[in-house]
């Protein structure tokens, strides 16, 4: 019995695989043309769901630190206009109460201050 021998129709490599860039190095290397050559390979697809899914979490994680930075720096702008806010009506107050410009402020109505000092009633019990 005798076998018949096909004849094969023999590739060559393109030009860039033959001077040794970097591309064709990696694809030498991985030889991912190979892999699709009978379809697609389904034992592939839980790694690919993994990093598509870690991929997508890193995405959003990193929206998420931006849009809190960013909530950050205005509430810090926000509590130094406040600050300054409050520092400015401290002072006020602290010169409204001074007994001076009490006495000024009340004179527009018809009070005075006191010239005599004030005194303790003592009452006895029988």
């Not at 393109?14 to 034992?43: C, H, M, W, Y």
């Not at 849009?67 to 130094?80: H, M, N, P, W, Y």
């Amino acid at each position: 019995m005798k076998t018949a021998v096909r004849n094969r129709y023999k590739t060559q490599k393109p030009e860039q695989e033959k001077d040794g860039s970097l591309f064709a190095k990696i694809d030498n290397f991985f030889r991912v043309d190979t892999s699709f050559d009978s379809g697609l390979p389904v034992r592939f697809i839980p790694y690919v769901l993994y990093f598509t899914c870690l991929g997508l979490f890193y995405i959003g994680n990193n929206h998420y630190a931006e849009k809190t930075i960013r909530k950050i720096s205005q509430l810090e702008g926000e509590v130094e206009d406040m600050r300054a806010n409050y520092t400015t009506l401290k002072a006020d107050y602290m010169f409204f109460s001074k007994q001076s410009e009490v006495a000024r402020r009340v004179a527009k109505l018809g009070l005075e201050e006191s010239e005599t000092p004030p005194y303790k009633i003592i009452v006895e019990e029988k």
